[in-house]
């Protein structure tokens, strides 16, 4: 998936009021508009997973991993914040989601791993009711 096609996703899912994307910028940092509710917050979190994904334009292919790194640091500054509001916290969480939605939906198959064959039941020990009684009363 290419990074606009990422930022464009979140727009559309999570609302043009919350994430309004300037469709015609040229780089990252005009990516976001201004009239996004945490524009902070929302235009931080474009720069996080452009650097971190190592990319050097818009059309730069971006993947789960590097993206989630980019936005847990984040998340984790706004759960560690006394003065974090409550809209900052659920666009964050919200974000958060989207993103495993999309890139879950983007996920390249994989072969099934036939499933380990279970283990053959091994008998256990019989202990009476007794002995086990007296190791709780001992212990407690």
């Known amino acids: 998936m290419k990074f606009m096609q990422l930022i464009e996703q979140l727009s559309v899912r999570i609302g043009q009021h919350?994430?309004?994307v300037n469709t015609a910028a040229g780089n990252?940092?005009?990516?976001?508009d201004s009239s996004a509710l945490h524009y902070d917050l929302a235009s931080g979190i474009v720069r996080a997973i452009y650097e971190r994904n190592d990319c050097r334009g818009l059309c730069d292919p971006v993947t789960a991993q590097p993206t989630f790194e980019a936005l847990g640091p984040i998340r984790a500054g706004l759960l560690d914040s006394a003065g974090t509001d409550v809209d900052a916290y659920r666009f964050m969480e919200e974000l958060c989601a989207v993103v495993a939605k999309i890139f879950d939906t983007h996920r390249i198959a994989v072969t099934p791993q036939p499933p380990a064959p279970s283990p053959v039941?091994?008998?256990g020990e019989l202990v009476s009711l007794d002995a086990a009684r007296?190791?709780?009363k001992s212990v407690v």
Do not use: A, D, M
């Open 28 to 32: 990252v940092r005009t990516l976001v």
């Open 18 to 20: 919350q994430f309004p």
């Open 134 to 136: 007296r190791r709780i």
């Open 121 to 123: 039941p091994q008998h």
